[in-house]
């Protein structure tokens, strides 16, 4: 087991990239270009290294995420690799900032590089560091256009790729421009199972109109057709529609959620 092999953090280091997209990811709220990352590399005393990349949306906030991490890091030198003690240390650290934001994504990849260099240090997949067992699990090609001719053409490349499943984004434009998109992938996949998202962009008055016409496409799940943290929109679009609705993505932060 993984408690019988210690670790102990002596640096970790944050690098910033930016990588060109062949195919940009088109959304509701404009086209991202690139990939801007910031590559985590999590050193321990004993030589096991734990590596892991965050993704922070917008060139404008990848060199603050990249020293966030940094910073961080610098604060856990010396510390055990113990993800729920970091967890704890990291939250501590930022009660006052909150866990939204970059504050989530750096405290994600620093936990995320943690679980990795335990699993190298034990010679395990992580599932099974975890106590699961690997097996296969369902995985949907997600399309990065929006556009109907270039769905057709993207949609080829995933199935190729032995995809059976796919989730287009939409909401650029009206409800027939949606429908238009949907078509577009109908015409390659025939009958596969196939999702749709909004990337956050309706309102619920919105949302409610757009999920009553879609609800006669046979889709899978209707993904975030509002704001995240809008947990009594959604509510309110799960009861009109007959689709299900899915959330959750964007909202990461523990305390987001509801409590019963």
């Not at 990352?37 to 922070?56: C, K, M, N, P, Q």
């Not at 199935?159 to 577009?184: P, Q, R, T, W, Y």
């Not at 309102?203 to 509002?226: H, N």
Request: charged share 25%; with cysteine; hydrophobic share 45%.
């Amino acid at each position: 087991m993984f408690t019988e092999i210690r670790l102990t953090i002596s640096r970790l280091r944050a690098r910033a990239v930016n990588v060109g997209l062949d195919r940009p990811v088109q959304t509701s709220s404009g086209d991202i270009r690139t990939a801007p990352l910031v590559l985590i590399d999590l050193e321990t005393r004993e030589g096991a290294l734990g590596r892991a990349y965050v993704f922070s949306y917008t060139l404008l906030a990848l060199e603050p995420l990249r020293r966030l991490v940094q910073n961080l890091g610098t604060a856990l030198e010396g510390d055990a690799v113990a993800p729920a003690e970091i967890d704890r240390k990291l939250q501590g650290m930022l009660r006052l900032l909150g866990p939204q934001g970059l504050t989530g994504i750096a405290a994600s990849g620093i936990d995320m590089a943690a679980w990795d260099a335990l699993a190298r240090a034990n010679e395990l997949p992580l599932v099974e560091l975890l106590g699961g067992v690997k097996r296969r699990i369902p995985a949907y090609g997600s399309l990065r256009s929006m556009h109907p001719e270039r769905v057709a053409e993207e949609t080829r490349d995933l199935a190729k790729m032995g995809f059976d499943a796919f989730k287009v984004k939409i909401g650029h434009g009206d409800v027939s421009a949606d429908l238009e998109a949907i078509n577009a992938l109908r015409g390659v996949i025939g009958g596969a199972k196939l999702a749709v998202d909004y990337n956050q962009s309706l309102s619920v008055t919105e949302a409610i109109e757009r999920v009553r016409v879609l609800d006669e496409e046979d889709l899978y799940w209707i993904e975030e057709p509002t704001r995240a943290d809008d947990f009594v929109g959604h509510a309110r679009i799960a009861q009109e529609a007959k689709t299900p609705i899915c959330i959750g993505e964007t909202g990461g932060a523990r305390t987001m959620w509801p409590r019963a």
